[in-house]
């Protein structure tokens, strides 16, 4: 014990430190004595006042795992402790904390707990992770009333189609911006035929997606881009092209682009500001993608909104990760989040520096609709499409929040 510490152990009262002792006594046999651990804790920090850093510095102990103790005891006092282990206890308590708009007491969650087979903390969060954004998703089916184009009317209207469809009844020589963001292409498939990942079962992102689960697929439904796009595009309009990073470019995407009439002029690198999951024997992890520049070939590149030239790396960090801890700190509602949405601040600025105001901005795989959404804010025409039914539905009710918002600070 250094001098700080032997000052601090003088000062308790007999009371306290007879407490202390027989805490870290205890500590030694946690496994059996955790109810009588977590009272303690009660015990020295509600009644004599003492912080969870005291505690911990006195019984070498971490302040996480006193705090499990006196959070997961105060929770289940004695009369609910009776048939159940600490850890179950402990989970349940977790899964309460980080998830509250389950609306279940900590109780509830606790029997669902016992009642799983082959149970471990992961799997339990997974489980209710899992059961709450099939609930809350049940909620926006019934909340939204179902979506029909009004007659003609395509842009500035959200549609749950292909892309491939809508496209052709624009008018020629309309839109100032195709978005493009299509699958890569080399994704893992669940048992449901989908995207699968290792994090998303328990961070709570959305994951739906409907194509590109082998490259082949995503070339089907990018490449027809560059015909049925090259009439719809506006007098020095601009398509941009989210390509996977750290590869080479697809042979299949520039020979296509050449023969339909377009030149990419430049290839600007989005850097996402976090490494990849993957092998970790790889010598490289990615943390970017490529966003390809096409133009007509003929038309000129005029100057943008933004004005002054911009460097070809765009540093915008992806807020996966933050989303993610946001999520798990009840801070976020699970859900509102995809997997591959990209940071507004991106998005925005791609924007104002191909368009103008009231120029048209066009995104065939809209997924969360965060392009839409800053096209709004920057007062753009737009045109919103996903063929995924989950993600229409979600992209589409978060549109609607944006055009509402709008609508009041104008009012």
């Known amino acids: 014990m250094n001098a700080n510490k032997t000052n601090k152990v003088k000062s308790y009262s007999a009371a306290v430190l007879t407490k202390l002792k027989k805490l870290k006594k205890l500590i030694l046999e946690e496994d059996s004595k955790c109810w009588q651990i977590g009272d303690i804790c009660i015990d020295l920090m509600e009644t004599y006042r003492l912080s969870v850093r005291q505690i911990s510095d006195y019984t070498d102990y971490s302040k996480a795992r006193i705090s499990h103790f006196h959070l997961t005891a105060r929770i289940f006092p004695a009369h609910k402790r009776k048939g159940y282990t600490f850890q179950d206890s402990l989970t349940a308590r977790q899964i309460y904390q980080q998830l509250p708009r389950l609306h279940m007491t900590p109780?509830?969650?606790?029997?669902?707990?016992?009642?799983?087979?082959?149970?471990?903390?992961?799997?339990?969060?997974?489980?209710?992770?899992?059961?709450?954004?099939?609930?809350?998703?049940?909620?926006?089916?019934?909340?939204?009333?179902?979506?029909?184009?009004?007659?003609?009317?395509?842009?500035?209207?959200?549609?749950?189609?292909?892309?491939?469809?809508?496209?052709?009844?624009?008018?020629?020589?309309?839109?100032?911006?195709?978005?493009?963001?299509?699958?890569?292409?080399?994704?893992?498939?669940?048992?449901?035929?989908?995207?699968?990942?290792?994090?998303?079962?328990?961070?709570?992102?959305?994951?739906?997606?409907?194509?590109?689960?082998?490259?082949?697929?995503?070339?089907?439904?990018?490449?027809?881009?560059?015909?049925?796009?090259?009439?719809?595009?506006?007098?020095?309009?601009?398509?941009?092209?989210?390509?996977?990073?750290?590869?080479?470019?697809?042979?299949?995407?520039?020979?296509?682009?050449?023969?339909?009439?377009?030149?990419?002029?430049?290839?600007?690198?989005?850097?996402?500001?976090?490494?990849?999951?993957?092998?970790?024997?790889?010598?490289?992890?990615?943390?970017?993608?490529?966003?390809?520049?096409?133009?007509?070939?003929?038309?000129?590149?005029?100057?943008?909104?933004?004005?002054?030239?911009?460097?070809?790396?765009?540093?915008?960090?992806?807020?996966?990760?933050?989303?993610?801890?946001?999520?798990?700190?009840?801070?976020m509602k699970l859900g509102d989040y995809h997997i591959f949405q990209k940071p507004p601040e991106l998005m925005e600025f791609l924007i104002r520096q191909h368009t103008y105001p009231g120029e048209l901005v066009f995104e065939p795989f809209g997924c969360s609709g965060e392009g839409i959404v800053q096209a709004i804010k920057l007062k753009r025409k737009w045109v919103y499409i996903e063929s995924n039914k989950i993600n229409y539905m979600w992209g589409r009710q978060r549109i609607q929040k944006i055009l509402k918002r709008l609508v009041v600070h104008a009012g």
Request: glycine share 8%; charged share 25%.
């Open 107 to 331: 109780v509830q969650i606790r029997k669902k707990v016992v009642r799983m087979k082959n149970k471990t903390p992961r799997k339990a969060r997974e489980y209710f992770v899992k059961y709450l954004l099939e609930k809350e998703l049940k909620q926006t089916f019934a909340k939204s009333a179902r979506y029909s184009m009004q007659g003609n009317r395509i842009i500035n209207q959200c549609h749950h189609a292909d892309w491939q469809q809508i496209v052709p009844k624009l008018p020629d020589h309309s839109v100032r911006l195709f978005i493009a963001d299509p699958p890569f292409g080399g994704y893992g498939k669940n048992n449901k035929g989908g995207y699968k990942s290792q994090r998303v079962s328990t961070n709570g992102m959305r994951y739906d997606c409907d194509n590109g689960l082998n490259i082949e697929e995503a070339l089907a439904v990018t490449l027809p881009l560059f015909e049925l796009c090259h009439r719809k595009l506006a007098p020095n309009g601009f398509l941009l092209l989210f390509q996977p990073g750290g590869k080479p470019d697809r042979i299949e995407v520039l020979s296509k682009a050449d023969e339909c009439g377009w030149d990419c002029i430049y290839a600007l690198t989005w850097q996402k500001g976090h490494l990849s999951t993957g092998n970790n024997l790889n010598p490289y992890k990615i943390c970017s993608e490529k966003i390809l520049v096409f133009i007509r070939k003929g038309d000129k590149v005029t100057k943008s909104e933004n004005g002054l030239p911009h460097p070809d790396i765009l540093n915008y960090p992806t807020e996966t990760q933050s989303a993610t801890l946001k999520m798990n700190h009840g801070k």
